[in-house]
């Protein structure tokens, strides 16, 4: 009883089963992208309707919008916000605080800051190797590269553009982990925090489309990365402080008045 006591006093997800099914979603939501960027024209018909044919270019690309507010402002405050809770997680790291003593407070944090960590850091690296081009260096909106399909060989000659997945949007797309803020015990209100940090960066991501800086499908696949990375982390983290949970505690005592539980 003191094993099981410590173990769901570190734990976010309590039923295997749930880790399960997140994943089997995350699963079909591959094969839906994938669908999307391989065998549709999205991207091209969401890109025709924010590119201006007599202008030659995306009206969109350096507005006030789209470059001070999403670029400068927002996306300074999303990186201070990280660097705060990464700051916390070391120093708590270093020196433990007493008020992240409470069960899964310190859990919470970790998670936290590794995904404001990892999330954007793992989109960029991607980036680095992808071929794909963003629309702006596209031949049909004005640019000289050819239109490839994600994950298609470019023709020969043709550099890569390493502009797969979005990086934009990741500086937001990071807050679906603030779902386990609410975990375990309010998963109604934990998929609502976790749609709205999810929706930040989407939102995001859409601004960057309407520069002509990314596709709907570069947006959607650092969707998925984001969520594919927050679980990975709540899962292994949540494993480690399980291996390394005391056993053998005492169970704290019923409460006067009340009959003991018979074995």
Do not use: N
């Not at 500086?171 to 015990?185: E, F, H, K, M, Y």
């Not at 969520?227 to 005592?253: D, F, K």
């Amino acid at each position: 009883m003191g094993d099981g006591s410590a173990r769901q006093s570190t734990a976010l997800l309590t039923d295997t089963r749930t880790a399960a099914w997140m994943a089997a979603w995350l699963g079909l939501a591959a094969l839906a992208i994938f669908a999307l960027g391989r065998w549709l024209d999205a991207d091209l018909w969401l890109a025709d309707l924010f590119y201006d044919r007599a202008l030659g270019g995306f009206p969109w690309r350096e507005s006030w919008l789209t470059v001070t507010f999403s670029h400068r402002i927002a996306k300074g405050a999303l990186t201070l916000f990280a660097l705060a809770l990464i700051g916390a997680a070391l120093f708590d790291a270093a020196w433990p605080q007493p008020l992240l003593d409470a069960p899964l407070a310190r859990q919470r944090l970790r998670v936290l800051a590794w995904s404001a960590l990892l999330v954007p850091s793992s989109i960029s690296l991607i980036k680095q190797g992808s071929d794909a081009h963003c629309p702006w260096d596209l031949a049909r909106y004005g640019g000289s590269a050819p239109y490839v399909r994600l994950f298609e060989t470019l023709p020969e000659g043709v550099l890569p553009g390493h502009c797969f997945p979005g990086g934009h949007a990741s500086s937001a797309l990071w807050l679906v982990a603030l779902a386990v803020l609410w975990l375990p015990g309010r998963p109604r209100t934990a998929l609502r925090a976790g749609g709205g940090g999810l929706g930040s960066g989407l939102l995001l991501g859409w601004m960057q489309q309407m520069r002509g800086a990314h596709f709907l499908s570069h947006t959607l696949w650092s969707a998925w990365i984001a969520c594919a990375l927050v679980l990975s982390i709540v899962v292994l983290l949540q494993a480690r402080a399980a291996r390394l949970a005391p056993s053998g505690e005492t169970p704290p005592p019923a409460p006067a008045g009340t009959r003991p539980r018979a074995p």
